[in-house]
């Protein structure tokens, strides 16, 4: 088993499993110190408030489900009691819609509309989770990651996403933001359908590529049942 942390102030984001395996995400409560190699010090932490843990969920290959994972990822963090935030700066404005949607009984969540600027996020967030666009401009991609601590890239199970995948992952590994900092890059399946050989491919191309394999998210129909409440599974 392996154990991957992200660190962010007082907030720990961590991925334990086996690679190839479905994982367990966990989110804890922590104190960074010499063990946590990803903490960042802002100004903010330094009057004694955490920095915000920024997660970027992106791909240029349209339709891999950045939406859904980017929404389901920020309703968890919202219901573990995170102040979260939301931005999409997708033009189709997906994830606005999804928030719109949101009933006033579930956690809160802000949302941001980036679609045309990227405008600063408000004061006192624990957590920014980023949709970013299929078409991601070189200015606006190397800005988006530039923000990030953490890059969650969705592959669907298809020859054609997987080798726009990997044209993607290699060009977030020439940003000096992430090849100078060492930015952890982590590769989720989606939709994917169990004992398939679409399912067994991706497994197998998960497998030869340098970022971690986050698991995989069933290619099952309550992701949308659940979206067009404004709600997710997670």
Known sequence: PQRTTVYSGQLAWCWVGTPGASPTWSLQ??????????????GAEAKGQPPMMVVLVA????????????????????SHGHRTALADADRQRSS??????????????????WSKDLTAPPKG?????????????????????????VIVVPVLPSVFDQGSTTAFLARLN??????KSHKPV?????????RTRASARLARFLAEIEHA??????????????????????
């Open 29 to 42: 409560s922590c104190v960074p110190g010499s063990d946590s190699p990803n903490a960042r010090h802002s």
């Open 59 to 78: 791909n240029t290959k349209g339709g891999c489900g950045k939406t859904t994972v980017a929404t389901n990822l920020a309703a968890a963090l919202a």
């Open 96 to 113: 606005l819609e999804w928030a719109r949607l949101r009933p006033g009984t579930a956690a809160p969540i802000t949302a941001l509309d």
């Open 125 to 149: 967030l624990d957590c920014l989770v980023i949709d970013a666009p299929a078409a991601m401009k070189k200015k606006d991609a190397f800005e988006l990651v530039r923000m990030a601590d």
């Open 174 to 179: 020439g940003l000096k933001a992430v090849r």
């Open 186 to 194: 982590g590769v989720l399946r989606n939709r994917v359908r169990a």
């Open 213 to 234: 394999d986050l698991g995989a998210l069933p290619d099952r129909a309550i992701y949308n049942d659940v979206a067009a409440e404004g709600l997710s599974i997670f």
